[in-house]
């Protein structure tokens, strides 16, 4: 094991690396190599993401794939997904070419208010904390008239401030919460930026306020940050069709229909199948979300929230079985941003903006609704007929057989005899040792 380091980030990248190599691989040549291989021959592109982050040695890649044939309100989308699971396009793109002769996905922005708090400490009278408020709001509101021009300008901006009692919960704390339209911008810098303006007012105004001298008691800013609980800023996706259009190879539309809906009922009654359940949601959801440079750590945190917003976390999908007509949506909060962060920075993202006609917010939330919702089509699909692992499997037998070192002659004849045989790890390997043998 290495000694500490001090100005680690001050080092050139052949320094950082020379330290890295020195001090943590025994092979350290090999691992030189590996880095090395994944530096990208463009310098320009290179220093790009270079900077993206500190401390940079090298870049990871995860593949891009496409998921084509979305009809998504009456339009043909090709949908853009980075993600290393190999079922996860497959299935995506199965669910869009289902759905693309009965109606596609039709979607629903539903809201689009972001939010965030300063978080106080008061332990004084709440009538003067109320009092006080009532005081600043207007100058809270003029306190960020330069921040947000821009923002204004476009029509979005602040909406409204509110304070809130929380001592309820915690003792002595109150919240400043703050709701924005920031339109096409994920909006987390400018937001931050009025919070802590906010704050900055709060402090200087409190000092001269009346009741607080008198008290000595004055209200003290704990922190100010956006939240990425975002359930003012969802988006709906749904499908629908006649149970008829649902017959599946070796099952009828009805009892397709009914097994669909009774995988959701379970989701809802136990947490231990919603995660699944979700999770699944999310290979859709994350993957478009890489594609298109957004924060999917945000929408994590956010997605899960709102699973648990009635009390128990439960599935983000739902379904109904009415008059023969089967429909499924998905309701999901999703703050993501076309413009600002990485959507400009990397030339990745600028294709699949390309590829998806430049899409406005709103537009991205609508797509990415859209690929939750069929990959949760598409999983329960396999789980309520074949089961999972058939199609997961076939999707899995290349990563079986590069893990394997498989020459391109004995991957044709492996592909060739799981066509009609079962696919498991061990199957697999005993076959290419066989064809060695
Ligand atoms: C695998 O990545 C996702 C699934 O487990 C989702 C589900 O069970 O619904 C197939």
Not at 308 to 332: C, P
Not at 375 to 382: H, K, M, P, Y
Not at 412 to 429: G, L, Q, T, W, Y
Request: hydrophobic share 45%.
């Amino acid at each position: 094991m290495s000694n500490p380091i001090s100005g680690f980030s001050k080092l050139s990248k052949a320094q950082k690396i020379e330290w890295l190599t020195t001090n943590y691989f025994k092979e350290n040549t090999q691992a030189i190599k590996v880095l090395q291989k994944y530096w990208n021959p463009d310098i320009e592109l290179q220093k790009l993401h270079d900077d993206f982050i500190e401390n940079t040695v090298s870049n990871y890649y995860l593949p891009l794939g496409i998921a084509p044939n979305f009809l998504v309100n009456n339009d043909l989308y090709a949908i853009p997904m980075v993600i290393e699971e190999s079922s996860v396009v497959a299935a995506a793109s199965n669910a869009a070419k289902f759905w693309l002769d009965k109606g596609g996905f039709t979607t629903q922005v539903i809201s689009t208010i972001k939010n965030g708090q300063v978080h106080l400490n008061f332990y004084g009278d709440t009538a003067d904390m109320t009092a006080f408020f009532g005081v600043i709001k207007p100058k809270l509101i003029a306190s960020i008239s330069q921040v947000e021009k821009n923002m204004k300008k476009r029509g979005g901006g602040l909406l409204d401030i509110q304070l809130i009692d929380s001592t309820d919960s915690l003792d002595g704390f109150y919240q400043l919460h703050c709701t924005f339209e920031t339109l096409d911008a994920m909006g987390a810098n400018y937001i931050n930026t009025c919070l802590e303006t906010f704050a900055k007012t709060i402090e200087k105004e409190a000092k001269t306020f009346k009741a607080f001298i008198v008290s000595q008691t004055f209200p003290e800013v704990v922190m100010s940050i956006l939240s990425n609980y975002t359930p003012e800023c969802v988006v709906r996706a749904s499908v629908s069709c006649h149970v008829d259009l649902l017959a599946q190879k070796d099952m009828e539309g009805q009892i397709f229909a009914q097994k669909l809906v009774r995988a959701i009922a379970i989701a809802k009654a136990t947490p231990r199948r919603a995660v699944t359940h979700n999770k699944g949601i999310m290979n859709g959801i994350d993957a478009v979300i890489l594609a298109t440079g957004n924060d999917f750590r945000a929408v994590e945190a956010a997605v899960h929230a709102y699973a648990s917003k009635d009390g128990q976390y439960s599935s983000l999908t739902h379904a109904r079985l009415e008059n023969d007509i089967f429909t499924m949506w998905i309701e999901v909060p999703l703050a993501l941003g076309t413009v600002g962060g990485l959507t400009s920075l990397h030339p990745l993202v600028g294709f699949s903006f390309d590829l998806l006609q430049q899409p406005n917010a709103k537009k991205l939330m609508q797509l990415v609704a859209v690929a939750g919702l069929a990959q949760n089509f598409a999983a329960l699909r396999s789980l309520v007929t074949t089961g999972i692992q058939k199609g997961h499997m076939k999707m899995h037998l290349m990563n079986i057989l590069n893990g394997i070192q498989a020459t391109d002659t004995e991957k044709a004849s492996a592909i060739n005899h799981f066509k009609a045989n079962h696919i498991s790890h061990s199957d697999v390997i005993s076959f290419i040792e066989k064809l060695r043998a």
